[in-house]
């Protein structure tokens, strides 16, 4: 091989890397690989540990392999509710403020973790039917994707950068999403508007063309020569506003400015005499440069990882996530199915044991039997089991029961239950042949969690 070809399929090799295991977020559960790792292990975190732990965690269990600087700060704008609409990790300490977004965030050692109600509600949903793939030891298991009910991606947004690739989706309201998930389950068809909004930040937003959007900050007149600025964009830091002002009245735009920021924003401004009640809102917003333009950039990474996606309109991902995940509800009453056949099974099974065959009942004989070894080969001479379809499995767990299991009562208990999952079973296999059981059951599932 050629040294030039070398190069080049050594470049093409890291840029493939950047681009799926780094840079893009998946369509499916919106999280790239390094914050599903994070957010795999924090699942057990119902009470908070220190972030560091988390961190510890991540790169001892082998699952992550960046070091300990990037992982601080993954965990950490995870847990951000001034970078995150709805945080997929609780913090507990410094993680940001209105003020100092990023900025604002202490030290992974001085803060703590744990599993957020949003997560718990939204993401870690159907974790039995999870699909895994082995991390990089080759030996540990992690989910290729989460499950969520709704589009997480729209829901906080995303930025990568990728060699030739890129993705800037903004986030949007749960409720907006939600309703345009269900318009989507219950036509196939998504037309609900879904405008960018945010949580924490009181901005308006305009959609301008195709993927183009303004979002403008908000002011309040004081009087005709001083407005107080209340909100600016989430794209724009504090401290470039202040240096905008800074400008403006060293061209003598503006007469003064006081910054009495804490939690919130407020900016006082004042202008020559009257100046600002010559002007309208728009003319004081384009002064002072309380908007900006976004241009959204809709690229995700398929749900099975194996190629890039791009939407031209948020309304096409719901309709394509809807196409993905409507299935796994399916999946989910298979997986129920299942599990209700072997419960049944085994059931069946030990009452089996009550009843003659050959002559003879299996729990009179079990006192007088002195090992498992010849209770096994009892169980197998009398054929109990055969007709259900008993494995040799089945089999190991009759002969593993306690002898107190044997008795009237447990009868009885297994008699009924045996009759409700006669009843489950039936209605599994109603919801698995039926489409539109599924995507009521989904819906509901939506709603449920509003």
Known sequence: ?????????????????????????KMSDGLKP??????????RYDKSDSTVALVGEMISSRHYVHGNAPAEDLVSRLAAPYLMNYPLIHGEGAF????????????????????????????????????????????????????????????NGAKGIAVGFACNILPRKIEDVSKAVLETIRTGKCNHPLLPGYERYDVDVVHLDDNKYQIIGKFERINASTIRITE??????????????????????????????SDRISIEVSSKRGTFGKMDDAEIISLLNLSVVE????????????????????????????????????????????????????????????EKHDGKVLVNDIPKIRSRKELL????????????????????????????????AEQKR?????????????????????EDRQ????????????
């Open 1 to 25: 091989m050629k040294s030039s070809e070398y190069l080049n399929h050594i470049a093409l090799e890291y840029s493939q890397y950047v681009l799926y295991s780094r840079a893009i977020p």
């Open 34 to 43: 390094g914050q599903r790792i994070a957010l795999w292990l924090v699942r």
């Open 96 to 155: 940001g403020s209105r003020i100092a977004p990023i900025d604002g965030i202490g030290a992974a050692r001085y803060t703590a973790v744990k599993r957020s109600d949003f997560a718990q509600n939204h993401l870690y949903v159907d974790e039995d039917i999870l699909p895994f793939n082995y991390g990089y030891d080759g030996a540990t298991r992690v989910p290729t994707t989460f499950l969520p009910l709704l589009p997480i991606l729209l829901l």
């Open 232 to 261: 600016i964009p989430p794209q724009t830091k504090v401290t470039k506003a202040l240096e905008h002002l800074k400008n403006l009245k060293d061209e003598g735009k503006i007469r003064d400015f006081t910054n009495n920021s």
């Open 295 to 354: 241009t959204e950039n809709i690229t995700t990474i398929s749900p099975d990882g194996s190629r890039l996606i791009r939407y031209n309109t948020p309304q096409e991902l719901v309709e394509d996530f809807v196409r993905w995940r409507l299935p796994y509800i399916k999946k989910r009453f298979e997986k129920k199915l299942d599990t209700a056949i072997n419960e049944l099974t085994r059931l069946l099974l030990f009452l089996s044991a009550f």
């Open 377 to 408: 080969k009892r169980i197998e001479v009398m054929n109990i089991g055969r007709e259900i379809g008993a494995t040799k499995e089945d089999m190991n767990w009759l002969a593993d029961l306690p002898i107190h299991r044997f008795t009237k």
């Open 414 to 434: 297994a008699s009924d239950r045996v009759q409700e999952l006669f009843t489950k079973i039936g209605e599994y296999e109603d919801i698995i042949s039926s």
């Open 439 to 450: 995507r009521e059951i989904y819906a509901t599932d939506i709603k449920d969690r509003l």
